[in-house]
C-alpha cells in the first residue's frame, strides 16, 4: 500500500510539471487559439486562419519619437489589407491630451485564398531608410 502511494504521488508530480512545463513555440500557439490577435510577443511565430478570418497585428509605437511601424514585405493576395491605424490612450474627460504618450499601431488583414503570407514590420524613422531598424517582427501566416 505504501509503495501505491508513493507512486500516486510521483505520478502527480510528473503530470503537475508536464502541465506546468511549456515550449515557446506552443505557447504561441496557444496564445491564437483564442483569437486572432498578434503582438510583438508572437514574433517569428506561425499564425493559422481559415478563408475569411480575421487577423489583427497590434504593436507598441510612439510616434512622438518620430517612430512608426512600416510593413515592408509585399501582399500576395492571401490577405486582404485595410489600413493601418494608430491609437493613444483615451485621457480622461475634461483632461488635456497628454504629449509624447506611445500609443498602438494597428494593421486589420482578412484571409482571403488559402496560401502562405509572410507579414514583416520595421520600427523606424521615415527619414532614416538608410540605417537598420529598431525593431523588426516577422510573422508566417497560414491561410487554410
Known sequence: ????SVFVAALAVIILVGCA???AESEKTLSLSYGT???EAL????IPLEVG???QVRLQSNRSTGHQWVQ???MRGMLLDASPRYE?????????PRVGV?????FSFTAARPGVQVLAFEYRRSWENHQEATKKILYRVVVH
Open 72 to 74: 515592408t514585405e509585399p
Open 102 to 106: 506611445g500609443g498602438t499601431e494597428i
Open 88 to 96: 493613444v490612450p483615451a485621457t480622461p474627460e475634461g483632461s488635456e
Open 37 to 39: 490577435i498578434a503582438t
Open 53 to 55: 478570418q480575421q487577423l
Open 43 to 46: 514574433n517569428g511565430a506561425d
Open 21 to 23: 512545463t511549456k515550449s
Open 1 to 4: 500500500m505504501k509503495n501505491l
